[in-house]
Structure formats: C-alpha cells, structure tokens
C-alpha cells in the first residue's frame, strides 16, 4: 500500500496542518506531516541500530530473520529490543508523550517503512494499548522506496539521526556496523557522502572505518564473524579504539598482527573491569626494550585460547561471561604476563629517568641565545652569573657519583 495515494483513500493516513522541514537530494523545504495509523508501519531493517539487533535474532533463531511479511509479529521483535536496549531512556520519552502527545514528526517511506522516529513509535505502540488516543503516529511521507532510492534513503537518515538530533545517545558499535555495512560491505555511499550526511570531515570516517575493521577482525578471532550484537554487549568500542591507536606505535605488519592478537584476547579474557585503560597500559610496552617478550608470551597465551573457544554457533555474549572469561589459569596467565612487562617498563623508566632530566636541561641551555647577554643591565647579569654558578655546582655535585 502506498500511503499517500491507497492510505490517505482508506482513511489510515490523515493530512495534518503541520510540516517538518526536510533536507532531501540537497533541497530543504517544509514537507507536510500525516497521521498515520500504527498498524500501516513498520520498523526499518536497514537501520544501523535495528540490524544489530536483527543479526542478535537471527544467531538465536538458527540464522532465521524475522518475518516482515507479518508486519505485527515483526514489529513486536522489534519493540522488544528497543525497549531492552534502554527501558529508562523508553519510558521517560513515553511519560513525555502520555502527558504532552507527540511532539516531534518522524519520517517514513510510503510502504509505511520508519526512517526517523523508531522511539517515538515504540512509545506509542506501547500506550496504544491503554487508549485510542494513541493510535496514530506523526510523520512525514516520502514518496520512495529503499529498493530505488536506498542512497538517497540512508544519507537522509544519517543526517537525521547524527546531525539534527545528534543529543539523542546513539549506541558507538552500532554507529561502526553501519558505517562497515554502509561502506565497506555493500559500497552504498563514499566516504565523501558518508561525512557530508553525518556532519563530520572524512578524515573522522576515515578514523572510524579502520575502527570498524578491527571489530570486524576481533569477532572473526573469537569465532563469531559479524556478530555485532556481541561487540556491542561487550562493549567494545573504546578497547577497539584504543587498539587503533596503538597501531600507530608499530613499524612492521608483523609487529601490528601481535598487538592485535595480544588485545583481542585480553578484550576476550577481560582480566581487567576497565579494558579502555588496560589496552591503553600497553602503549608504553609497544616500543620498548621488552615488546617482543611480551608479544611472544601472549601469543603463546592466545593459542591457548583459541583452543578453548567453542564452534562459532556456541559463541554467545553468556558464553563468554560465564564460560571463557571464567576461566582463572588463562586469566592469571595474562595478568602475570602483563604486570611482569609493566614492572620492568617502570624500572627501566626509573633508570633512564637521570639521562632523560639532564638531556632535556641540555636542550633548555642550548637555546639560550648568548646575543641577549649584551643588552643586560648588571643587575640581570649577576643575577645570570648567580644562576650559572648554581648550575655548575649542581653538575659538578653529579659528577662526584659517577
């Protein structure tokens, strides 16, 4: 059914006095806002949020997607996981609309698929049940279908979701499976189109492809390809970040492949409850005297750990908590091995603390300009004299102990 030609006929849809202004191909304009009945939509699937969640269903139901052609068994998955991603955020919106009505439009596709507005829907699904009132959402109709208009469709949507309404929290792994499915999956936009839809310079989307492509690599290591539903229970976005970082810090694909190895399965094993920090701990063993010791030791350590992985349709976010990270000897192994290179990192910082001092006074003295000595006025140049004999006295105090 196209809604506004079949809908607006069968009196589902229903023009209201109100518009949204909408930026669309480039041209911004106020578009008319509808009421359309609840039972006339659905929940769309392309949405990064939405996907995730969609990938989480089919792991747990034997690779089966939910049905969209039952629109109401369809829609009631959907409102499920929305509603368990964030209840608080859900019910105080909801409280909001029981008492004040929906206030701001959303956006749907005339098939009745959701562009802008998935909340805000759920919410009224939700008080739905408790009055008529709530039957109808609000939103503007576009005369297009994903099918024939998906570019178009999803750089809409990323300038809504990331631009205009960029207060509202958006989950960070969610944002890189879709900046991964967007780009690198199916070449749907450039990075150029990227940047421009979401507001951001496309060295940012560069950054966060590279990201995105470190998840993707943490989930093949653990056995679960494209399970982005468990990045996103494990939280991985800030330890994946990090590890980003840290790549810069190599010289050799060889040195990357290590630390990569040796994060993943301390993100697997998380012997530590702030894994950002602990990733971070590792920056200062990358690069010293020690980093292949390490290196070779943890990946003594993840062989160990991939040994232990269950089958790939096994691997769940419980199975990791309850099963993998409960395992104390692979634990404690990692924690001796991290500690141990720390401890002599420290040391050997300790002990080259002396040279780092006096060559960094070196630098300071050197740049003095000597020129300037001549426009002193003598109360500067004994209070210079007084400063350089200070020095002396404390170099040659130095000396006395070599």
């Not at 060295?203 to 989930?219: D, G, N, P, Q, Y």
């Amino acid at each position: 059914m196209n809604l506004l030609y079949e809908g607006i006929e069968a009196h589902i849809v229903e023009k209201t006095t109100l518009t949204r202004k909408l930026t669309v191909d480039g041209i911004t304009k106020a578009y008319p806002v509808y009421k359309i009945r609840l039972d006339a939509l659905y929940y769309n699937d392309q949405n990064d949020r939405i996907a995730t969640w969609i990938a989480q269903y089919k792991s747990q139901n034997g690779g089966k997607s939910p049905n969209r052609n039952n629109k109401e068994d369809y829609n009631n998955i959907i409102e499920n996981f929305i509603y368990e991603s964030n209840p608080d955020s859900i019910n105080k919106t909801q409280k909001n609309i029981e008492l004040v009505d929906q206030r701001e439009p959303g956006v749907v596709l005339s098939d009745g698929r959701i562009i802008d507005g998935n909340r805000r829907y759920t919410c009224l699904r939700r008080l739905s049940s408790k009055s008529d009132r709530f039957n109808y959402f609000e939103a503007v109709i576009l005369d297009r279908n994903i099918e024939s208009d998906a570019k178009q469709i999803k750089m809409l949507e990323l300038s809504i979701q990331h631009g205009e309404e960029s207060k509202v929290d958006y989950n960070a792994v969610d944002r890189l499976v879709g900046i991964y499915h967007d780009i690198i999956e199916t070449n749907l936009l450039t990075i150029g189109e990227y940047a421009r839809s979401t507001n951001e310079t496309e060295s940012e989307v560069k950054t966060r492809i590279e990201v995105a492509k470190l998840m993707v690599e943490f989930l093949e290591f653990i056995n679960a390809p494209l399970q982005f539903h468990i990045a996103r229970d494990l939280q991985l976005y800030y330890p994946i970040e990090e590890l980003y970082k840290l790549t810069k810090k190599c010289h050799t694909e060889d040195e990357i492949e290590d630390l990569k190895n040796a994060v993943f399965t301390n993100i697997l094993l998380q012997p530590s409850t702030d894994m950002t920090r602990f990733v971070r701990n590792i920056k200062s063993i990358v690069g010293s005297d020690y980093q292949n010791e390490f290196f070779e030791e943890q990946t003594e350590i993840a062989a160990k750990v991939i040994e232990s992985l269950p089958v790939s349709a096994e691997i769940t976010s419980s199975t990791i908590r309850e099963v993998i990270r409960t395992n104390n000897e692979l634990v404690g192994e990692l924690e001796r091995s991290m500690e141990k290179s720390l401890t002599k990192v420290k040391k050997n910082e300790t002990r080259n603390r002396p040279i780092q001092l006096v060559e960094k006074a070196t630098t300071f003295l050197e740049s003095v300009d000597t020129n300037i000595i001549f426009k002193m006025n003598d109360s500067e140049l004994r209070r210079f004299e007084r400063q350089l004999e200070k020095l002396e006295n404390v170099v040659a105090s130095i000396r006395e102990n070599l």
